[in-house]
C-alpha cells in the first residue's frame, strides 16, 4: 500500500522558513517524480514544485522560485521542501505527490498524501 506522509507545517512569521517532509512507502518511487502542491482557502490547488527521483532534475512555480528548494533523499525515501523568506500569501494547505510524469497537472499524479497546514502571519 502506497503511503505519502507530510510533516512539517506550522505557523511562522513572513520572512522565516520552514521544511516540509514526505515519507514515501509502499513501493519503488525511482521512476517517479514527486510534486507538492498547495491549496489555500476558496482557491483552486496549485502547482508549488516537483522532481525527478531518477537524476534529481526539479521544477518550480514561478511565485516559489528563488524562495523554495525540493530536494530527495535516496535512503529514506523522503522529499523535502525547504522554503525560505515566506509570505502571507503562501499561506495553504501543503500536499505531496508521485506521479509517472513530470507534470504541472494535479490530475497527473496518481498518490497524495493527507497534507500539511503551513500559515505564514504577516
Known amino acids: 500500500q502506497v503511503q505519502l506522509v507530510e510533516s512539517g507545517g506550522g505557523l511562522v512569521q513572513a520572512g522565516g522558513s520552514l521544511r516540509l517532509s514526505c515519507a514515501a512507502s509502499?513501493?519503488?518511487?525511482?521512476?517517479?517524480?514527486m510534486g507538492w502542491f498547495r491549496q489555500a482557502p476558496g482557491k483552486e490547488r496549485e502547482f508549488v514544485a516537483a522532481?525527478?527521483?531518477?537524476?534529481?532534475?526539479?521544477y518550480y512555480a514561478d511565485s516559489v522560485k528563488g524562495r523554495f528548494t525540493i530536494s530527495r533523499d535516496y535512503a529514506k525515501n523522503t522529499v523535502y521542501l525547504q522554503m525560505n523568506s515566506l509570505k502571507p500569501e503562501d499561506t495553504a494547505v501543503y500536499s505531496c505527490?508521485?506521479?509517472?510524469?513530470?507534470?504541472?497537472?494535479?490530475?497527473?499524479?496518481?498518490?497524495w498524501g493527507q497534507g500539511t497546514q503551513v500559515t505564514v502571519s504577516s
Open positions: 509502499g513501493r519503488t518511487f525511482s521512476r517517479y517524480t
Open positions: 522532481i525527478r527521483w531518477s537524476d534529481g532534475s526539479t
Open positions: 505527490a508521485a506521479g509517472r510524469v513530470v507534470s504541472y497537472r494535479d490530475f497527473d499524479y496518481d498518490y
